[in-house]
């Protein structure tokens, strides 16, 4: 059920960003649009709720109480940058507008825009980390918390894994081409779009 719950819960933050972007822009309804997108985080509440429940009634923690944990901790870390995302794109696109801003290839710039992407990471699993820290102190002595404990060990990974990614551009900034003509060649290269909000190479959701 938990696993269920969570996919649902994936889908409809999809459906409703989709149908308050639709009502927003598409059919001049900002207002209903707005309502909307603001019902994103009862998704959160709901599971969390579920979970909870399911936990009180007995049921054994296992890795699906952690996904659901996980789950909780990266909407409310990246579910804000997604939306903003998406809002700058379709704005452009149906409501003339401006064209999303491009983040920062090199310098300085890129290593302070890559620490605000790896922050969004970082309060992402922070956040899973404390919700499953709730869990285990509820399960208390008595329960098996490994699955628990093993999705704690994953967070800290991807915050391990932000930090070095984000000290990198810090100690060895990127430098920009000398030559025009290649920095021109490097911008067509660049495969995805860009994004102040959400980064490069680095998704907005996980």
């Known amino acids: 059920m938990i696993v269920g719950l969570v996919v649902a819960c994936e889908v409809a933050f999809w459906v409703l960003l989709a149908a308050g972007l639709a ?13 909307l997108l603001l019902c994103e985080p009862l998704l959160e509440v709901v599971l969390f709720t579920v979970t909870a ?3 009180r009634n007995g049921a054994e923690p296992d890795w699906r109480h952690g996904l659901a944990a996980v789950y909780i901790g990266f909407t409310v870390g990246l579910g804000h940058s997604t939306v903003t995302w998406a809002d700058a794109r379709v704005a452009h696109r149906f ?3 401006p064209p999303p801003v ?8 890129r290593a302070v825009h890559e620490a605000k992407v790896a922050a969004r990471w970082i309060l992402s699993a922070a956040v899973a980390l404390a919700l499953l820290q709730s869990a285990v ?3 208390g002595d008595g329960g098996d918390t ?10 800290l990974w991807v915050i391990v894994v932000n930090l070095v990614v984000a000290a990198s551009y810090a100690l060895f900034p990127k430098k920009e ?3 025009p003509g290649a920095r021109d060649r490097a911008d ?3 495969a995805q779009p860009a994004d102040s909000e959400t980064g490069t190479g680095r998704s907005a959701r996980s």
């Open 23 to 35: 009502f927003r822009y598409a059919l001049r309804m900002p207002r209903t649009g707005m309502a």
């Open 53 to 55: 429940i399911d936990l």
């Open 95 to 97: 409501a003339g507008g």
């Open 102 to 109: 491009k983040p920062p290839r090199y310098g300085w710039a």
């Open 137 to 139: 102190w509820y399960v």
């Open 146 to 155: 490994t699955s628990l404990r093993a999705w704690q060990t994953r967070m």
């Open 177 to 179: 081409p000398r030559d």
């Open 188 to 190: 067509r290269a660049v």
